[in-house]
């Protein structure tokens, strides 16, 4: 009778998060990163039986799909930084900008942007007293300077700083 092998002299096992589920964070346990997707099929190969090798032809499809879930997730990563970069452009476009947007209580108002937040997930516009999420914006009305938006609002009664919001 066999017993099944517990160490294997002079083999060292790295610890890699991605395998044990004592991480701190809340990880995900149903995907494997490549480092341990390699480990484990330099693992079937270091131990397989002699008498029924691995096929060879499942083993470069499974080479082969490693490839591709790896240039997957670096063309996903790729997207998702420019998706960013595009998003701080925009917010960064829009300051000295009459925008029209949408209000936390659900009316549209509009107002002179002053400046732009871009740390986070989402950029932030602000206009007036208010921070509003880049995404609410739903319309640029002009591109005036800060002066001349200053000066429409001074004589328009809403005051002299040209960062009131209007209904």
Do not use: C, H, W
């Not at 395998?19 to 494997?32: A, E, F, P, Q, Y």
């Not at 942007?113 to 002009?142: F, M, N, R, W």
């Amino acid at each position: 009778m066999t017993s099944p092998i517990t160490t294997v002299p002079g083999a060292t096992v790295p610890q890699d998060p991605t395998l044990s589920g004592s991480s701190s964070s809340s990880t995900d346990n149903t995907t494997l990163s490549s480092q341990a997707f390699l480990q484990l099929l330099v693992a079937q190969l270091k131990y397989q039986d002699p008498s029924s090798p691995v096929d060879t032809s499942s083993f470069m499809n499974e080479t082969a799909t490693l490839t591709q879930v790896q240039a997957m997730q670096q063309s996903a990563q790729t997207s998702q930084d420019m998706l960013a970069a595009q998003r701080a452009q925009t917010a960064s476009s829009m300051v000295g900008r009459t925008v029209a947007y949408l209000a936390a209580d659900g009316s549209t108002k509009t107002g002179y942007v002053s400046a732009a937040t871009i740390s986070g997930a989402s950029p932030t516009l602000k206009i007036g007293d208010s921070t509003i999420d880049l995404s609410k914006v739903t319309q640029v009305l002009d591109g005036k300077s800060s002066d001349d938006a200053a000066a429409a609002s001074s004589t328009s009664g809403s005051g002299a700083s040209g960062s009131g919001t209007t209904s």
